[in-house]
């Protein structure tokens, strides 16, 4: 089975950082993936944990923690263009792509 | 390189008819899963397929159903539509599906197609 959680909705101002967690419980983990999501468009990749610790890539971060069950993203100098969801995505070592999206959170940036 | 294509775009549709929605992957990616988007559940794994084969499937019920053909190219099937079933179905295809030590490829998106039924 799989249980994700990450908070529903965020908001911040231009310029902030803020900081988005996940706690997940699956069985046979094999990584994490951060997708974006604006509103209407298709999810697109931010980043893909499989090892612990932080993985920096420009204004997003994301860190895991496998032995926690936790990860989160970062997202540091915050434009208006961010405001989007933020999915989570953990996957299963079951040999196949099968990835279970949390339902996401929606950040708002305002000026 | 063409990204993930969808058609048809949007698509209403009466309880009790069914529709076939279809994908077109990324050139020489073979694996393409499917997702159900909704308000309410958020984003949630149909199948997917891999050479032609479907080698995973999530919980929904017979009435979804998919293939892949030849070219990689995939098509879902929902029969005897129920008002539930209005979503956004994305399409999203991947190299192989995985990677390196049993790690995941990116998946990449294709735009969806809004079914909206009445």
């Known amino acids: 089975g799989q249980n994700i959680d990450q908070p529903t909705e965020m908001t911040a101002t231009e310029g902030a950082i803020v900081q988005i967690n996940c706690t997940y419980q699956?069985?046979?983990?094999?990584?994490l993936f951060w997708y974006q999501q604006h509103a209407g468009e298709a999810p697109t990749f931010l980043s893909y944990n499989v090892l612990d610790g932080l993985e920096e890539k420009g204004r997003f971060s994301s860190f895991l923690s496998r032995s926690k069950g936790y990860s989160y993203l970062l997202l540091k100098e915050l434009q208006m263009k961010d405001s989007a969801s933020y999915l989570c995505?953990?996957?299963?070592?079951?040999?196949?792509?099968?990835?279970?999206f949390g339902t996401g959170t929606r950040l708002l940036v305002s000026p | 390189k063409a990204g993930v294509t969808q058609t048809p775009r949007y698509l209403i549709k009466t309880r009790g008819q069914q529709v076939t929605l279809s994908c077109s992957p990324i050139s020489g990616h073979r694996s393409v899963s499917w997702y159900q988007q909704t308000p309410g559940q958020g984003l949630q794994f149909l199948f997917e397929y891999f050479s032609e084969t479907q080698r995973n499937k999530g919980n929904f019920p017979g009435r979804f159903s998919g293939r892949q053909f030849s070219n990689s190219r995939s098509e879902m099937n929902v029969s005897t539509l129920e008002l539930g079933d209005s979503a956004l179905y994305l399409c999203?295809?991947?190299?192989?599906?995985?990677?390196?030590?049993?790690?995941?490829?990116?998946?990449?998106f294709g735009p969806g197609t809004r079914l909206t039924v009445l």
């Open positions: 995505a953990p996957g299963r070592n079951t040999g196949f792509q099968k990835l279970v």
């Open positions: 699956t069985s046979g983990f094999n990584g």
């Open positions: 999203a295809s991947s190299p192989t599906g995985r990677g390196r030590q049993g790690t995941y490829n990116e998946q990449f």
